[in-house]
């Protein structure tokens, strides 16, 4: 048996109310067929009514058919089965709830294959047959099935819209042009259609540099946060290291005050002491001589009292001092003060030194940050004071005296000879060179380049090579009354933006960033460069016609 009569088998073998195959199939007195169950439990929840009818034809039947199985149905159903098409091939499957089902199906609906836009018309794989097969039908077109066919019907005449009114910018039909639309510029809906394709193929582009620039944006961002990962952890490991070893210096400085003062304190304990036992020897002679003097005191005979009085009279000389200062209580207390001393000047050193690098915590800066800087002000934080370097600018630029403008002028100046100076192109570098955040801004005049470039730029001769945005070593704003241009490495992009007499440039050197600013009442971003710096980098003015100017502000 063939799939597609298969299928047809299948359909008409199908239960209207399950909208599954018969089972036990029942055909009723007006030749519709039902499951035995189904037409059954159908006719009971009738009962009401006492009337029961015919869930397709409503045909009503006094009294209460008899239900008998219709063997020759039951048969083919078997047959069906048999032949294993009870389940509808892939592409002929039934609509689900999200599907759009075919609009020429009867009973339950197939899924749709196509929508046919001539037509206004869904089909399943069966109905949309006579496209393929018909030569007039061919010619129709067919796209994914829709279930928003009627929006291309016209609300006020029915018929279908094939005009773009471009006035409006909306579909109409053919009455339309005739009616509101009559004069307006209208094309067939294929040429509308072909025009916003072209608009939306600029938009994707737009969107799709967009996702590529915020994609390289959050690889910086994921290589910042691994790099500040890392930055942190050696910060915590070293300030540990050094925290421990200064823990060490002040335990060690400790053990030796307490060594020292364990020392001169026996020293001191064992000199007193040491006197202490001669005093105390001199104390018992001294008692033993009052003793034989208060014994000679009591003798009475005379010449006995003067015969001995010259021998126990005289006294032997002390080994002391007649009388010992003793100092107030204060023997180690001048120690406790030294130390006291030292940790108020270790609390004042921690202190300060403890500001000074919680600040440097609190000013670790991280983040691309010139998105974040929305005004003037902002930027003006990482101001430099920039000069120019004499041994650098060409002979016929003259330099003011603090070396903060430079002019072109018609006659050559005499200079001394040097390996550094620009000998062709009136350009100029500054002295200073230029790494981490750097803003600063220029006021001009006549026609102008103001540039960065590495100090290794070609100097002799007027080669690019030595030309400010003609090369890999610089990039270059160019600035005349009326637009800027961008120059790196001979590629040449235009700007748009507001023509000021003044410019600010905005470096971040590490993440990369080199950005140009108009500057007026407000700052207007002109140009936005993001790459990879190798080398510091050095502010260059390039002068064209003379009286022109660069003047640092």
């Known amino acids: 048996m063939e799939h597609s009569g298969g299928h047809l088998d299948q359909d008409n073998l199908s239960c209207s109310i399950c909208l599954d195959l018969l089972k036990e199939p029942a055909t009723i007195p007006c030749g519709h067929s039902y499951c035995m169950n189904c037409i059954t439990d159908h006719w009971n929840e009738e009962d009401q009514r006492r009337i029961p009818s015919c869930p397709q034809c409503r045909k009503e039947f006094t009294p209460r058919p008899v239900l008998e199985k219709n063997i020759t149905l039951a048969a083919l159903v078997e047959d069906l089965k048999k032949n294993g098409l009870q389940t509808a091939p892939a592409d002929l499957c039934y609509a689900g709830p999200e599907d759009v089902a075919c609009d020429v199906c009867t009973g339950r609906k197939m899924k749709a294959v196509k929508s046919c836009l001539v037509c206004l018309v869904t089909y399943c794989e069966n109905h949309l ?14 796209v994914n099935p829709s279930k928003n066919l009627h929006e291309n019907i016209c609300s006020h005449h029915d018929e279908v819209m094939k005009i773009f009114c471009r006035t409006d910018q909306q579909c109409i039909c053919y009455l339309c042009l005739m009616d509101k639309h009559k004069g307006h510029d209208t094309v067939p809906a294929a040429a509308g259609r072909a025009e916003k394709q072209k608009e939306l193929q600029v938009s994707r582009q737009q969107i799709q540099q967009r996702i590529q620039d915020q994609e390289k944006d959050v690889k910086l961002l994921q290589q910042e946060v691994e790099a500040i990962n890392v930055s942190a952890d050696k910060a915590v490991e070293d300030s540990e290291k050094i925290f421990t070893e200064m823990i060490g210096l002040i335990q060690k400085r400790s053990s030796d005050v307490k060594q020292q003062i364990r020392s001169q304190q026996e020293t001191e304990v064992s000199r007193v002491k040491e006197l202490q036992e001669k005093l105390e020897q001199e104390i018992t002679e001294l008692k033993r001589k009052d003793a034989e003097l208060e014994q000679l005191s009591d003798t009475e005979d005379h010449n006995q009292f003067l015969l001995n009085y010259p021998s126990l009279s005289a006294l032997s000389e002390s080994t002391h001092s007649t009388s010992i200062n003793v100092r107030p209580l204060r023997y180690f207390e001048d120690v406790t003060a030294a130390v006291s001393e030292l940790r108020e000047k270790l609390q004042g050193l921690l202190k300060d030194k403890g500001t000074n690098i919680s600040q440097k915590v609190t000013e670790v800066d991280v983040l691309l940050s010139e998105s974040e800087q929305k005004t003037r002000a902002g930027f003006l934080k990482y101001s430099q ?37 620009f000998t062709d192109w009136y350009q100029v570098l500054s002295r200073e060179s230029l790494t981490g955040r750097c803003y600063w801004e220029v006021e001009w005049e006549g026609t102008v380049d103001v540039a960065v470039s590495y100090k290794n730029i070609s100097r002799a001769g007027g080669l690019d090579e030595c030309l400010f945005g003609f090369n890999d070593k610089s990039l270059s704003l160019h600035c005349n009354k009326d637009s800027y241009t961008f120059y790196h490495n001979r590629v040449k992009t235009p700007v748009s933006g507001p023509v000021s007499s003044r410019v600010g440039v905005y470096l971040d050197h590490r993440a990369g960033i080199l950005s140009f600013y108009s500057v007026s009442e407000t700052m207007t971003l002109l140009h936005r460069v993001q790459t990879k710096f190798t080398q510091p980098l050095y502010v260059g003015i390039w002068l064209y016609d003379d009286g022109s100017f660069v003047e640092f502000v």
């Open 129 to 142: 047959q006579p496209h393929h097969d018909v030569p007039g039908l061919k010619k129709h077109k067919l």
């Open 385 to 421: 004071v920039i000069t120019l370097d004499p041994n650098s600018a060409n002979r016929f630029l003259l330099l003011s005296k603090r070396s903060r403008k430079v002019t072109k002028i018609k006659l050559e100046q005499s200079c001394s000879s040097h390996p550094d100076r």
